[in-house]
């Protein structure tokens, strides 16, 4: 088995010995990455998270009061049910 802390060790090890301009070099390249995904990424037609969680929110708010209005139309049926019966 590797011992975990020894790879860190060792990692560390060549991290510091690389000249700064590698390592200037991959931070770079990393920064460009993300550039570019996010520009990518914002081209799609897509909703943040929090605006999705608003979203679900705003639904599960508006099924509730559904519901409540249904079983109102419910009750109020019922009650006419047996007006409704009387006039024929």
Known sequence: MFNPKKLEEIAKQVSDSMPASVKNFGTEVDRKIKQ???AQLG???MVSREEFDVQTHVLLR???KLAEMEA???EFEKKLAPVEKAEK
Request: aromatic share 0%; hydrophobic share 40%; charged share 40%.
């Open 72 to 74: 109102k139309l419910a």
């Open 36 to 38: 570019v995904l996010q």
């Open 62 to 64: 508006t099924r509730e």
């Open 43 to 45: 081209k799609l037609d």
